[in-house]
C-alpha cells in the first residue's frame, strides 16, 4: 500500500477514536456503566488496529527512505505530495490534540467518579473520621466541637 493510502486510513481511524471518545464522555456524565463497558473493549480494539495500522505506516515511510516516524511522515508530507495532504495532516495533527485533551477529561471524570464511591464505600464500612459524619456517639471524631474558653 501506498503512503497516502496508509496515511488516509489513520485519519479514519483517528476519527472513528474521537468519536468514542466523545460517547465514552457522555457515558461517565451518564453514569452508563454497561455503555462504559461496552466502549472500553471498542475502544481497545480500535487502539490495537491504529497501533497496527501506524506501524505500517511507518514501515512504508521507511522502505520510501524516510524516518520510521511522525518526522519522517511530516518530511514525506513536505515532498511534493498532493496539497490535500498538507491541510490532511494539519487536520489530523489537530485531531490527535483534541483526543489527547477528550481523553484527559474523560480521565479527570473517571476519578471523579472514582473518589466519590471511594467515599460511598468509606460511609459503608462506617469509615466517619474522614468524611465529617456523625457517628455512633453523636459527634463527627474529625472535629472537636468544644466550646473554647474565653479570658479577658
Known amino acids: 500500500m501506498s ?3 496508509l496515511f488516509e486510513n489513520d485519519v ?3 476519527n472513528e477514536l474521537m468519536f468514542l471518545l466523545s460517547r465514552e464522555q457522555f457515558s461517565l456524565i451518564d453514569m452508563d456503566i454497561d455503555a462504559i463497558e461496552n466502549l472500553l473493549d471498542e475502544k481497545s480494539t480500535l487502539l490495537q488496529k491504529i497501533n497496527a495500522s ?7 515511510l521507511s522502505n520510501a527512505g524516510y524516518e520510521p516516524n511522525e518526522n519522517g511522515m511530516a ?3 513536505e515532498s511534493s505530495v498532493p496539497m490535500k495532504y498538507i491541510q490532511l495532516w494539519q ?5 490527535l490534540a483534541q483526543a489527547k485533551e477528550l481523553n484527559r477529561v474523560n480521565g479527570q471524570l473517571i476519578n471523579k ?3 466519590r464511591n471511594q467515599q460511598f464505600l468509606n ?3 462506617g469509615d466517619f473520621a474522614n468524611n465529617g459524619v456523625y457517628g455512633p456517639n453523636g459527634q463527627t471524631s474529625s472535629q472537636s466541637y468544644k466550646r473554647p474558653s474565653l479570658s479577658v
Not at 54 to 60: E, G, I, M, P
Open 54 to 60: 501506524v506501524l505500517v505506516r511507518y514501515q512504508a
Open 75 to 77: 518530511a514525506w508530507i
Open 12 to 14: 479514519k481511524l483517528i
Open 113 to 115: 467518579h472514582f473518589n
Open 123 to 125: 460511609e459503608l464500612k
Open 91 to 95: 487536520d489530523f495533527q489537530n485531531t
Open 3 to 5: 503512503i497516502s493510502t
